[in-house]
Nanobody
Framework: VQLVESGGGSVQAGGSLRLSCTASAYTYSSMCLAWFRQAPGKEREGVAAIYTDDGTKYYADSVKGRFTISQDNAKNTVYLQMNNLKPEDTAMYYC????????????????????WGQGTQVTVSS
């Protein structure tokens, strides 16, 4: 298993959750670790990403100021701290990893990643 997510759950609007993505060594070092989400009936979208070598970060406009991505190199783990959650944040959240960097096109994180986790559900009620 290369990427394992945890930390999903159900919260009320305004609440917080922290997602974790633990990677194997070859899916962590010199890689872009990203969080994507997919709600029922909607396309998968990039939420946040971090390049593990230098900590460069990307955030989707919809989560800027509310979500924070961070890394712990000693644990090969990337976190997504989600604050002030909204019902529209409800989705399955996936961790992904790719050696080609955190590619952004037209302000949107590219979906083409080599490695994917199994996903963790986040549900925000109003």
């Amino acid at each position: 298993v290369q990427l394992v997510e945890s930390g999903g759950g159900s919260v009320q609007a305004g609440g917080s959750l922290r997602l974790s993505c633990t990677a194997s060594a070859y899916t962590y070092s010199s890689m872009c670790l990203a969080w994507f989400r997919q709600a029922p009936g909607k396309e998968r979208e990039g939420v946040a990403a971090i390049y593990t070598d230098d900590g460069t970060k990307y955030y989707a406009d919809s989560v800027k100021g509310r979500f924070t991505i961070s890394q712990d190199n000693a644990k090969n783990t990337v976190y997504l701290q989600m604050n002030n959650l909204k019902p529209e944040d409800t989705a399955m959240y996936y961790c992904a990893s790719d050696a080609r960097g955190c590619r952004v096109v037209a302000g949107t994180l590219v979906l083409d990643y080599s490695y994917w986790g199994q996903g963790t559900q986040v549900t925000v009620s109003s």
